[in-house]
Structures are given as structure tokens and as C-alpha cells.
């Protein structure tokens, strides 16, 4: 018996299904590149992990981990973007199963505002640790930790616009074939930001949060 091909291939994330035609086809090499980029991304912010572990006690004097940890600010910010990144799934199954395009458009514009809120919260925590002197160029500590959740908050801000862009794109072409690719990996580069998030969670802030 032949099996289509379409209904062979398969990535890892979201499948749109062969029902989607040609973005469905498109969607496994496009992905699939799309997925070495993220972990060659992922080997940046391993250094980046890195050298934060071999400066903790390199504060010279400096406010140290505890003294720039605030937990009320760190628990908003990490809901926030668990749930920015439980919309932005809402919004890649509901392109999935057939929603119109404005839908589509509503879940991400949800996700894009959390995401907001979480950069608003980490801008805001970078002026309180200026203003303890907890900068840069205080220390090794410092220097580390500002380049580590930087990096990450540079990543947010980054997807931020890219989901205007994608929803821009939507608004203006409506869900077509490549636009729906677009969804596929900037949904991936969303969860994946929540991953390097829980790992920056863990390494830099709950210590922070137990001492």
C-alpha cells in the first residue's frame, strides 16, 4: 500500500497535518533548519552559563546575588512567560485546526503582551540593581550576570517583534503557506526562550532566593 509523502513527513513541535497542503510539506526542511539554528543558540548561552558559574565569587566587594534578587519581581516575570508561551500554543493549534486568520492574530497579540510585561519587569530590575551600584563594571559577578539575563531579555525583545511581524504578515496575506512556517518557528524560538529562562531561574536566581 502507498502512503502519501506528505502524510510521512514529521517534525519535532506542532505538525500542521497533511490537510495544510503545502505549508505542511514545506514545514520539515524549514523546521528542521530552523531547529540546528536554536541549538547553536543554545551553545551560546551555555558559555554565556558558563562563565557566570566560574564568576560567583568573583563579586570584589560587590553586591552579590542575594542583594539584586527580588522574588516578587522573579516569580511575575517567570508566570508571565509561561504564559505568554501557553498562548503562543494556543495560537499555533488553533492555526492548526482551520481558526480564521484574526483568531490567530487575537492568541498572539495575547502571548506578545506577556512577553511584554516580562521585559518590562526584567527593565525594571536592571534599574533597581543600577541604582544599588550592582553594575557591570562593579565586578566578574556582575559583569556575568547582566551579560546572561541581558542576553536572554535581548532574545525576548527580539521575538516580541517578531510576532508583530508574523502578525502584520497574517493581517496582510492571511494564513498562507509560508506564513504558516513563520508561526511554526517563531513558536519553537518562543518555548525555547522559556527553557533558557527556567535554566536562568535556576542557576541565577534561586540561589539568590534561598540565601
Request: proline content about 2%; glycine content about 10%.
Amino acid at each position: 500500500m502507498t502512503t502519501s509523502t506528505s502524510h510521512l513527513q514529521s517534525h519535532p513541535g506542532l505538525n500542521l497535518g497533511a490537510a495544510h497542503g503545502q505549508a505542511h510539506a514545506d514545514a520539515e526542511p524549514v523546521v528542521f533548519g530552523f531547529w540546528i539554528f536554536l541549538m547553536s543558540d543554545l551553545v551560546t548561552f551555555a558559555m554565556f552559563f558558563a562563565v557566570y558559574a566560574t564568576s560567583l565569587q568573583a563579586t570584589a566587594g560587590g553586591p552579590g546575588n542575594a542583594d539584586i534578587v527580588d522574588v516578587t519581581s522573579i516569580a511575575l516575570q517567570t508566570g508571565a512567560l509561561l504564559v505568554s508561551s501557553l498562548l503562543f500554543g494556543i495560537a499555533t493549534v488553533a492555526m492548526k485546526h482551520g481558526s480564521a486568520a484574526r483568531t490567530v492574530i487575537f492568541w498572539l497579540i495575547a502571548s506578545l503582551a506577556f512577553g511584554l510585561c516580562f521585559l518590562g519587569l526584567e527593565v525594571r530590575d536592571f534599574i533597581d540593581a543600577a541604582d544599588k551600584g550592582a553594575v557591570p563594571m562593579r565586578s566578574g559577578y556582575l559583569s556575568a550576570f547582566w551579560a546572561l539575563v541581558g542576553l536572554h531579555g535581548l532574545h525576548v525583545a527580539v521575538g516580541s517583534v517578531m510576532i508583530l511581524v508574523v502578525c502584520t504578515q497574517i493581517a496582510f496575506f492571511g494564513l498562507a503557506s509560508d506564513v504558516k512556517t513563520r508561526v511554526l518557528r517563531l513558536g519553537l524560538y518562543w518555548h525555547f526562550l522559556d527553557i533558557i529562562w527556567i535554566g536562568i531561574f535556576s542557576v541565577v536566581f534561586l540561589p539568590g532566593l534561598l540565601t
